[in-house]
């Protein structure tokens, strides 16, 4: 069976300093992955997705970046947050659209507080 | 911007009822899906429905599409306090599975 793993849970940074999220992704190949934010009460944002390894694409311009140095590793990275990148992030897997039909299956989350 | 939207935002009812969640989109879709979310937690997927289907059930839950009004509902039957949560509906499009849009979600409290 798949599973997915996201850590670390909770982070609590200073402004400025560096953020890295991480994701992995076992028992299936080639997954695409993704990375949502969510704001308190609110739906998911979609930040990032990969269909591939080093194939990223950006949805929202922001102070953040993504990065797939492995089939099934998805990393969330910033070189200096910001106060507006406090949230809930969350890390999710698909299978590639040929196989699914998008059906989206998610990690834990990682709460970030930025202050 | 969100496509989906869903309605109501809030929802309580005792334990037994049945709970209705409504969502609206606006553009074509490949199929639409519903989630879960408990309080603090990632979200959880419960049902798929095609752009070709009208109705689906799984369990206590039965979803309904209705395509030339760019909308569905969720409906759970004989709630129960366990049912407490989140629920979003996600539209997958036609073009890329990979660019589902979620609404704001419904917050459903069943009270025992």
């Known amino acids: 069976s798949q599973t997915i793993h996201q850590w670390p849970a909770t982070l609590v940074q200073p402004v400025g300093s560096p953020l890295s999220l991480e994701c992995t992704v076992e028992g299936t190949s080639n997954p695409n992955l993704y990375w949502y934010r969510q704001a308190a009460g609110r739906g998911l944002q979609l930040l990032f997705y990969?269909?591939?390894?080093?194939?990223i694409s950006s949805e929202v311009p922001q102070n953040l970046s993504a990065s797939r140095p492995q089939d099934r590793q998805f990393i969330l990275s910033s070189k200096k947050l910001l106060l507006s990148d406090s949230g809930f992030y969350l890390c999710a897997w698909s299978q590639n659209w040929v196989r699914g039909a998008g059906e989206l299956f998610f990690g834990e989350g990682s709460r970030l507080t930025v202050l | 911007s969100q496509q989906g939207e869903e309605d109501p935002q809030a929802l309580s009812i005792q334990e037994g009822e049945n709970a209705t969640m409504n969502c609206s989109y606006k553009t074509s879709i490949n199929n639409l899906q519903w989630y879960r979310q408990n309080s603090g937690r990632g979200l959880v997927h419960l049902i798929l429905i095609r752009s070709n289907e009208r109705e689906k059930h799984s369990g206590r839950l039965r979803v309904t599409l209705d395509t030339s009004k760019k909308s569905s509902s969720l409906l759970i039957t004989a709630s129960r306090a366990a049912d407490t949560a989140s629920y979003f509906c996600?539209?997958?499009?036609?073009?890329?599975?990979?660019?589902?849009?979620f609404g704001d979600g419904t917050t459903l409290t069943v009270k025992p």
């Open positions: 996600a539209t997958v499009p036609n073009t890329n599975a990979g660019k589902s849009t």
């Open positions: 990969s269909v591939g390894i080093g194939q």
